[in-house]
């Protein structure tokens, strides 16, 4: 998962993220918890059915399947449409339920058992969401645990709540850690630590939301290097690592707070620049040319005009190729817009 902050970042990486967002896409986050609330409905169900110890409110688990089992079929049906809140609805009602679960067993130690299903929402918590979200999910849980065992309350269910609560924040921990050291591999350049191109369409989608609602431009700058392949076949593929290591060092460091920069693929490289028209795109690659004296690129710059993602990467390409045409070491801005009469070179 990612970091405690409102900011992801790394190097050449910035895009805030809202308190809601989820870090795979909203229907098959849904559709998992549609399962684990499913199943759920069926366990509450299954102490009535099967052998089980005394349960004091044994109808509770009834009206607790009656609940979930349309609540998390509806929510598996509609998946595909389903707004992000739906995540939120899906994980307070679980946890209620698993809380009326508690209170229905009565005040045997051993029946509080079903408190251990909290660790499956709490995981789901920690795989599917933002950190801070998750801590608050897992915060949730142990003060409604807390409060069912109130109502039963014995000098024991103190170690009770303490060692329930400890099983499930363990694996939530180790979940989350793996998960954000995944998500970082997958979505960020092995060789530069630059986003790679998965990582660049979410960026992309959240500029181009960003500035349909609030009107702010951006721009968008297609880097290829100029003789990568000349080194590679000269100076071996190690010294062509080691020019595309330097020379995104050497830009990030050029970049503002919010611009980013992504590798996606040999030499190709794309910046997204925040808040930026098409005069201050070029002034920001002429300073990726300062930062980097001993490299040689050429750039294709266009800012955006309401088109959709592919064609303003289309047409960032364009310029790239209309640069590399006149000889490379330039920046083409923009040549297929109507309002451009003839190529703009820097």
Known sequence: MVDDEDMRTRRGFAVPLSPDDALTDVPTTVGWLAMLIVGGAVVAAS???????????KRADWLIAAVMLPAGG??????????????HVGL????????????AAGADAESQASALFYGFLAAFASAFLIRRLA???????????????????????????????????????VISTLVGRL?????????????????????????INNARRDGRPFSVAAIDLDGLKRVNDNEGHAAGDQLLKSAAAGWTSALRAGDSLARIGGDEFVLVLSDADLDAAKSAVQRLREATPNVAFSAGVVCWNSQPLDELLRRADAGLYAAKKTGGGRTVSDPTAPWNSALAVQ
């Open 47 to 57: 102490v009535n059915l099967l052998p089980y110890w005394p349960i004091e409110h």
């Open 74 to 87: 509806l929510m598996w049906v509609w998946r595909k449409h389903a707004p992000h809140w739906t995540i």
């Open 92 to 103: 307070v009602v679980g946890i209620w339920c698993i809380t009326w679960s508690v209170w």
């Open 135 to 173: 801590i608050a999910y897992l915060v949730l849980v142990g003060v409604m645990y807390l409060g069912a065992l109130l109502t039963h309350w014995q000098a024991a269910m103190a170690t009770q709540w303490t060692v329930n609560m400890f099983a499930i924040s363990v694996p939530c921990v």
């Open 183 to 207: 998500r970082n591999l997958a979505l960020h350049d092995a060789l530069t630590g630059l986003a790679n191109r998965r990582l660049l369409e979410e960026i992309l989608t959240f500029r």
